[in-house]
């Protein structure tokens, strides 16, 4: 009987160090800087034997994103104005906004959930999600899933 494949979106600090040292690795046999796996794995301090353990089981969220819808939920200050700056970092980004639902403010905070179509003009989805957490008045961020 085949497994059947979970997946995680989590972030950065939480992933084993090995496991980073297996995407730079990627990154720099993609960039052709190394011609081998030996020598990428050198580079970055990990065994051959550990870049192909994990090889298809680790990739950049943004680089896996390009052509696929991403929904995220948002809590947020009911405040004038800061869902316009959240859509607006989007538009900067070249992301395609496919739905939004706003709930109804509780106690001066709400909820919003965005569905955005990622093109391969977006910018580096990763970046653009740091850029709506940096915002005042956003209190949270969480990633919902990836088509």
Same mark, same amino acid.
């Given at each position: ?8 979106? &989590? ?5 084993? @160090? ?10 720099? %046999? ?8 030996? @020598? ?26 390009k052509g696929k819808t991403v929904t995220f939920v948002l809590q947020m200050e009911d405040e ?30 709400a909820s919003l959930t965005l569905s955005i179509e990622v093109l391969p003009t977006t910018g580096?989805?990763?970046?653009? &999600? @740091?850029? &709506? ?7 949270? %961020?969480? &990633?919902?899933?990836?088509?």
């Amino acid at each position: 009987m085949a497994e059947k494949s979970r997946y995680f979106v &989590i972030r950065e600090k939480a992933v084993p @160090e090995v496991l980073l040292k297996v995407v730079e690795a990627k990154r720099l %046999l993609e960039s052709e800087r190394v011609l081998s796996v030996q @020598e990428a794995a050198e580079r970055v301090g990990i065994s051959r034997s550990s870049y192909y353990k994990y090889q298809n089981d680790i990739f950049p969220f943004h680089d896996e994103a390009k052509g696929k819808t991403v929904t995220f939920v948002l809590q947020m200050e009911d405040e004038p104005g800061l869902l316009s700056l959240v859509l607006n970092i989007v538009a900067d980004f070249g992301a395609n906004i496919l739905t939004i639902h706003q709930s109804i403010p509780i106690n001066g905070v709400a909820s919003l959930t965005l569905s955005i179509e990622v093109l391969p003009t977006t910018g580096d989805v990763s970046a653009m &999600i @740091e850029k &709506i957490e940096e915002q005042k008045g956003v209190h949270y %961020l969480k &990633i919902l899933g990836r088509e």
